[in-house]
């Protein structure tokens, strides 16, 4: 009796508590391993969307920077070509005026036949130019803009506002929404100032 009593006593309590602790503990422990895990696992999850989306964002920033440049290669790979030909363009132009009047008057046959042979050229290369995307500019009357023309010699002429295209002595291009070759002007001097805009620079 003493033995059992003994056995089933304080000591025995204690050791059943320290075994009910020790497994509690151990419970805990494996909790909050699983709880750090499950952190670190979201923050690798948060990681990779980041890498994704910043991934996605790059790719597509990158298709549209190709889009770009395949567009502009299609548009302004003739640019180079196509100044040299409105330079040949320019000489069938002069080789026309530089005609007398007095001969042009005198109908002559041959004559008349190459003119119209000359202008039929001058005509067919602007279209075929015109068929790639350059534009004649029409500066004549607009105010001064140097982004498209090139000022050669100012003209007195308080009739006209100051700054205004009165005339073109070499007509200007563009391609696309680029200028293949700026217009060479004359500009009013003297007149009313052009009316400002709202948003635009003043004229010099």
């Given at each position: 009796?003493?033995?059992?009593?003994?056995?089933?006593?304080?000591?025995?309590?204690?050791?059943?508590d320290a075994a009910v602790a020790a497994e509690a503990?151990?419970?805990?422990?494996?909790?909050?391993?699983?709880?750090?895990?499950?952190?670190?696992?979201?923050?690798?999850?948060?990681?990779?969307?980041?890498?994704?989306?910043?991934?996605?964002?790059?790719?597509?920033?990158?298709?549209?920077?190709?889009?770009?440049?395949?567009?502009?290669?299609?548009?302004?790979?003739?640019?180079?070509?196509?100044?040299?030909?409105?330079?040949?363009?320019?000489?069938?132009?002069?080789?026309?005026?530089?005609?007398?009047?007095?001969?042009?008057?005198?109908?002559?046959?041959?004559?008349?036949?190459?003119?119209?042979?000359?202008?039929?050229?001058?005509?067919?290369?602007?279209?075929?130019?015109?068929?790639?995307?350059?534009?004649?500019?029409?500066?004549?009357?607009?105010?001064?803009?140097?982004?498209?023309?090139?000022?050669?010699?100012?003209?007195?002429?308080?009739?006209?506002?100051?700054?205004?295209?009165?005339?073109?002595?070499?007509?200007g291009y563009t391609i696309g929404d680029r200028v293949?070759?700026?217009?060479?002007?004359?500009?009013?001097?003297?007149?009313?100032?052009?009316?400002?805009?709202?948003?635009?620079?003043?004229?010099?």
């Open positions: 009796m003493t033995e059992d009593t003994n056995k089933n006593g304080p000591e025995a309590y204690e050791t059943e503990a151990g419970e805990v422990g494996t909790e909050a391993a699983e709880a750090d895990a499950l952190e670190a696992a979201r923050a690798e999850a948060a990681d990779l969307r980041d890498r994704y989306l910043r991934l996605a964002a790059e790719m597509d920033n990158l298709r549209r920077r190709t889009e770009r440049d395949v567009k502009d290669a299609k548009s302004y790979s003739v640019a180079g070509f196509a100044r040299d030909m409105l330079a040949v363009s320019d000489n069938l132009r002069r080789a026309l005026d530089a005609i007398p009047a007095e001969a042009r008057a005198a109908g002559e046959a041959g004559l008349d036949a190459l003119i119209e042979g000359v202008e039929m050229t001058e005509r067919s290369m602007l279209s075929a130019l015109e068929r790639h995307g350059v534009k004649k500019l029409e500066p004549e009357g607009q105010k001064f803009d140097p982004n498209f023309h090139q000022a050669m010699f100012e003209v007195p002429n308080p009739n006209v506002p100051n700054n205004t295209v009165v005339q073109v002595v070499q007509a293949l070759r700026p217009a060479m002007v004359g500009v009013a001097k003297g007149g009313p100032k052009i009316a400002i805009v709202e948003g635009e620079t003043p004229a010099a």
